[in-house]
Each structure stands twice: as structure tokens, then as C-alpha cells.
């Protein structure tokens, strides 16, 4: 396959997988709905940085710390399933409230820092990623790909994660979007929370299978 050719399917199969709803686009949605377009736009800056540490390990050849010590990824998937069910949780226990539509005071607002950490977090302890870019630079990439190719790869994957989820903040920041979203807000967050719970219970359930099986 030409460097061209590899180039566009690593970043197809990368672009397919980011705007996929998962933990990522549940967190941004919250963030931007609760917290404005700034809280969204931080949470999305967040996860773009997690998105460097992936691509990194994956980058540098890492990758085979993971495959070489599966129970490093057991520890990982179980953290990150822990993590998520908390989200979840916190979500599902959203209640309607009077005045619901209205936009959050300035005082109960998250720093820019508070936004990134949770997007940060979300997506370096998201166990499915660290499968993928593991998966996306072993087997699609392979050890004869050129350095430069990786970084360019690198780069790009990193540029488009944070280009798509800062234009879902902005995107959901709109006025009148935002103002409709808010007047269901707990519903949001109840769909947010279910989305987190599932992916949390599923990755648990996957590593109770393996322990019984082993």
C-alpha cells in the first residue's frame, strides 16, 4: 500500500471512530449543555491531549509494553471502567429542576482547567482507546512505516479529535439549540449517564468473562 493510500485509511478509520457517540462526545454534549460553548470547548482540548498520550506510546513503539504484559491492560480497562461508571452515575442522578432552560451562573461555572482535567481523564482512562490506536498503529501501520508518515499520521489524528469535538461545543453552544437541549436537561444527562453506565458495565462484564475463562 502507498504511503497516500495508508494515509487516508488511517485517517478514515480514525475519523469513523471519533465521531462515533462514546464517552468523548457524551462528555463534551454535557459539558457544552451545563457549563456553555468555553466549558465545551476546554472539555475538547482535554481530550485532544489524551488523544497526544495514545498516539505517543502507539507512536514510539509502546505499544508492545501493552501486548507483552496483558494484565498492565486488564488494570487499564478495569480504572477506565470505574471511571466512566462514576460519570454515568453522576449523570443518572440529574432531576428535573424549575427553570431548567436557564443558562448556569457565572459562580457555578467550571475553570477552563476543571474542563480540560475531565476531558483529559475521559479519554485517557477510555479502555477502548488504548485497544485502538494500539490496533491502528501495529497492524494497519506495521514497523515499515517511515517516521515522518507516523507523525504526519500522528498529527492529523490529533488536529481532526480536537476540530470535531470543538465543533460539536460550538455546534451545541448555539443559542437556540442550547436553549432548546436545556429545557430537557435531565433527560440529556439521563441519556448521557445510560450511554457511560453501558460502556462501563459492558467493559466489566468482558473482564469478568476473561477471568472466569482463565
Not at 500500500?1 to 488511517?10: G, H, I, R
Not at 489524551?50 to 487499564?76: K, T
Not at 498503529?137 to 476540530?163: E, H, K, N, Q
Not at 453506565?197 to 475463562?213: E, H, K, P, R, S
Amino acid at each position: 500500500m502507498s504511503a497516500a493510500s495508508l494515509f487516508a485509511a488511517v485517517l478514515a478509520a480514525h475519523l469513523l471512530a471519533v465521531i462515533s457517540p462514546g464517552p468523548d462526545f457524551a462528555v463534551v454534549t454535557r459539558q457544552t449543555l451545563l457549563h456553555g460553548r468555553a466549558a465545551g470547548v476546554w472539555t475538547a482540548v482535554g481530550i485532544a491531549a489524551g488523544i497526544v498520550f495514545h498516539v505517543s506510546y502507539a507512536l514510539f513503539g509502546l505499544g508492545w509494553l501493552i501486548e507483552g504484559f496483558p494484565s498492565l491492560l486488564l488494570l487499564l480497562r478495569g480504572i477506565g471502567a470505574i471511571f466512566l461508571f462514576y460519570l454515568g452515575i453522576g449523570a443518572l442522578r440529574s432531576r428535573p429542576a424549575a427553570g431548567e432552560a436557564q443558562v448556569p451562573e457565572a459562580a457555578a461555572l467550571p475553570s477552563a482547567g476543571q474542563s480540560f482535567r475531565i476531558g483529559l481523564l475521559c479519554n485517557l482512562l477510555n479502555p477502548k482507546a488504548v485497544l485502538f490506536f494500539v490496533s491502528l498503529f501495529a497492524v494497519m501501520i506495521g514497523p515499515d512505516a517511515s517516521y515522518w508518515l507516523r507523525l504526519a499520521l500522528a498529527a492529523c489524528i490529533v488536529g481532526s479529535t480536537a476540530a470535531w469535538f470543538c465543533f460539536l461545543a460550538m455546534a451545541l453552544s448555539a443559542e437556540r439549540v442550547r436553549t432548546r437541549l436545556l429545557r430537557h436537561r435531565h433527560w440529556v444527562d439521563r441519556a448521557t449517564g445510560a450511554v457511560l453506565v453501558g460502556l462501563a458495565l459492558g467493559i466489566l462484564a468482558g473482564l469478568a468473562g476473561a477471568a472466569i475463562q482463565g
